[in-house]
């Protein structure tokens, strides 16, 4: 059964702390996202990779950071945590268009529910 | 550029009458086309996909969507309510010419009344 793992369901941490939030997937894929789930505004990306030590920008990348040292692990930083960071987040991954049937599924994590205090 | 419209944000149905969620979408390019569903606390879960085959796309738990390309919509409808209906669900469009662009609607409720 294909698989994405996100290490914490549920953190509390303090304004000012460094947070990682880790995802691995287990399907061998390209792309890896981050999300973030926020009541009545859908889901926003953060940040994409589409492959090893690549990583482009989405649509709200301040105040985050990624890595991508290994194809199957994407990690999510927030190098200085804030209350208005407290949300859903939520990895994904999927295959490259064209590679095998790739058809642009996202495969997605259970979540890890954040709060800053 | 894309964009995803949900038209209505909660819908509410009575078990066992039909279910239509609504999405409208823009793009530039033919994208794929998708229905997520999230139950609370849970991550997102493919309920089917559009991906220029046939235009009915049949998917899990007796729903299914149509592709028309004349209104720009591919509504999520299921002819029976059940209870484990009760959800969120999105409309996603993804660009899959070069870097995979995904947008996401900002959701429906579902609720399902006994």
């Known amino acids: 059964d294909v698989k994405v793992t996100q290490s914490s369901r549920y953190l509390v941490k303090r304004t000012g702390e460094k947070v990682f939030l880790e995802c691995v997937q287990d399907?061998?894929?390209?792309?890896m996202f981050w999300y973030r789930q926020d009541p009545g505004l859908g889901l926003r990306l953060i940040y994409f990779?589409?492959?090893?030590?690549?990583?482009e920008k989405g649509d709200i990348p301040e105040g985050y950071s990624v890595s991508r040292e290994k194809k199957e692990r994407f990690s999510l930083i927030l190098e200085s945590a804030s209350t208005n960071q407290t949300s859903m987040y939520l990895c994904?991954?999927?295959?490259?268009?064209?590679?095998?049937?790739?058809?642009?599924?996202?495969?997605f994590g259970e979540g890890s529910r954040l709060t800053v205090l | 550029a894309q964009s995803v419209t949900q038209l209505d944000s909660h819908v509410s149905v009575s078990e066992g009458t039909p279910v239509l969620l609504r999405c409208n979408y823009s793009s530039s390019y033919s994208p794929s086309l998708f229905w997520y569903v999230q139950h609370p606390n849970k991550g997102l879960q493919l309920l089917l996909k559009y991906t220029s085959a046939a235009t009915l796309v049949k998917g899990i738990n007796g729903f299914e969507a149509e592709f028309k390309k004349s209104e720009t919509s591919f509504h999520l409808t299921k002819p029976s309510a059940h209870m484990s209906d009760a959800a969120e669900y999105f409309c996603v469009v993804s660009d899959l010419r070069g870097y995979q662009k995904v947008t996401f609607g900002t959701g429906t409720k579902l609720q399902v009344i006994p």
């Open positions: 990779s589409y492959d090893v030590k690549m990583k």
């Open positions: 399907m061998d894929h390209e792309n």
């Open positions: 994904a991954s999927s295959s490259r268009q064209g590679k095998n049937s790739g058809t642009g599924e996202l495969f």
